[in-house]
């Protein structure tokens, strides 16, 4: 299979930023993606159905000319986020769901949450409307770990959660292990699992083996070859509730290329090439609609789009940066697989 068309797909986790970075990236996404979650972590964090409201309006001011690109919005859950906003929300028509960062957890979720138990009331009131928590799934206490971070979190947090609410639905987000990988397409029919391109191509010696890569540095972080097969796995078996999910997260190049550097990989302007890439190596391509197209606007009761979008096995050059100026400078973004190749090309959309 040499080239493959398939409905528009969606990214179901984006982070977009604001300012000049939104205006740098957004482009990327909306080129390829019809729609997508957009993540409300920025600072300070998008916590009310108002604030939200003005961020969507940013994101569309910022957008190409023509585009027809559409921001999901998502709430940033606290302890103090009420079933009233929740209710607010859900009857907006452009927040989809709302987003569980563990303080601490990662890039700008020290306003996030410290107990779970403490939104149970919260997460009734989601539940109830049908309101979707997508999960940052970490566990932070500082003595753990952080390559087992996220099992303990499915352990600790998570499964008592989904026990604790039933009709909750909810998104394991950028799973990374062969536990969370194991746990997403399993039985569970209100749970779901998006997954990266890093994830699904790198382990941690791509991170850390032979010098250290900041570019590829991002939370949850990469784990064991054993994990990513186990994720590949996953992503490429045409389970229903499996997603994309790119998790691009852009961070200007000084703040990765540091002593003490962000985490995150900007993926958007390839994200769909590498997918790709990950889905024919293991000889799955015959999965890529389901995944890419089909399987997020179900889980979340959209439609799939009415309009096409065609990959072809090219060959192309990822650029070594993307952003005007100065390579080291505030605008200069250092994009995942920056100066190397990527095996398939995006070449319509209609
Ligand atoms: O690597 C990450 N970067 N993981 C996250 O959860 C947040 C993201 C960001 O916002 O940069
Ligand atoms: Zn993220």
Redesign the pocket.
């Known amino acids: 299979m040499d080239e493959l068309t398939i409905p528009r797909p969606d990214d179901w986790h984006l982070?977009l930023r604001d300012g000049p970075l939104l205006q740098a990236v957004v482009g990327y996404s909306a080129a390829h993606f019809g729609r997508a979650i957009i993540?409300p972590?920025l600072r300070p964090p998008v916590t009310t159905v108002e604030q939200a409201a003005a961020y969507r309006e940013r994101i569309l001011a910022a957008l190409p000319p023509g585009s027809d690109f559409t921001p999901l919005m998502t709430l940033y859950l606290t302890a103090q986020t009420t079933p009233q906003e929740i209710e607010q929300a859900a009857a907006s028509g452009f927040v989809q769901a709302v987003k569980l960062y563990p303080a601490g957890a990662?890039?700008?979720s020290e306003a996030g949450v410290h107990d779970l138990r403490a939104c149970d009331e919260t997460l009734a009131a989601m539940a109830e409307l049908g309101l979707p928590l997508l999960v940052?799934g970490e566990e932070n206490a500082a003595e753990l770990d952080i390559f087992e971070r996220e099992q303990v979190f499915i352990e600790r947090t998570l499964l008592p959660a989904m026990a604790r609410h039933r009709r909750l639905k909810v998104v394991l987000e950028h799973v990374t292990s062969a536990e969370g990988a194991r746990l997403v397409t399993g039985n569970e029919a209100n749970l779901a699992g998006t997954f990266t391109p890093q994830h699904l191509l790198y382990n941690r010696n791509a991170l850390l083996s032979g010098g250290l890569r900041p570019h590829l540095y991002?939370?949850p972080i990469l784990k064991r070859e054993a994990d990513r097969v186990a994720l590949l796995e996953a992503a490429t078996s045409g389970h229903p509730r499996v997603f994309l999910g790119t998790?691009s997260?852009p961070?200007p190049r000084g703040a990765k290329e540091s002593a003490c550097g962000?985490?995150?990989c900007f993926s958007a302007p390839w994200a769909l090439a590498l997918y790709a890439e990950a889905f024919d190596s293991v000889g799955a391509l015959g999965h890529f609609e389901a995944f890419a197209s089909r399987n997020g606007p179900e889980f979340y009761g959209l439609p799939v789009s009415g309009q096409t979008l065609t990959l072809r096995r090219q060959v192309e050059s990822v650029p070594e940066f993307y952003g005007a100026g100065d390579e080291s400078g505030d605008a200069c973004i250092v994009p995942l697989r920056a100066g190397g190749e990527v095996a398939w090309s995006v070449v319509t959309r209609q």
């Open positions: 982070h993540m972590n990662t890039t700008h940052h991002c939370m998790d997260a961070h962000c985490a995150g």
